[in-house]
């Protein structure tokens, strides 16, 4: 199983960003996928999560600003970020849950700027 989290980059305040995740050796319908943050000294932050079935949810931090889609065709789950805050740079990452296993990829670094 393999995880790729791409798209990270610098950005203005008020940008956007689409973070991709794509997905090897599970088959499509089989995983959930979670974004996660991290920030150096600050425990990894989950962020969103889109489930087996399609539901997804949002933490409050980016609820209203972020959007998680998947393309199954293409086995990647995308994160569509908009009005990006300073707060919002770190690391992020993505994480598949199949039946019960966690699997992680290498993140993609996002840089806010004022």
């Known amino acids: 199983v393999q995880l790729q989290a791409s798209g990270g980059g610098l950005v203005q305040t008020g940008g956007s960003l689409r973070l991709s995740c794509a997905v090897s050796?599970?088959?499509?319908?089989?995983?959930?996928i979670g974004w996660f943050r991290q920030v150096p000294g600050k425990e990894r932050e989950g962020l969103s999560c889109?489930?087996?079935?399609?539901?997804?949810h949002y933490s409050d931090t980016v609820k209203g600003r972020f959007a998680v889609s998947e393309d199954n065709a293409k086995s990647t789950v995308y994160l569509q970020m908009n009005s990006l805050k300073r707060a919002d740079t770190g690391v992020y990452f993505c994480?598949?849950?199949?039946?019960?296993?966690?699997?992680w990829g290498r993140g993609t670094k996002v840089t806010v700027s004022s």
């Open positions: 994480c598949a849950d199949h039946l019960g296993d966690d699997f």
């Open positions: 889109i489930g087996v079935s399609g539901a997804t």
């Open positions: 050796g599970i088959g499509t319908g089989h995983y959930a």
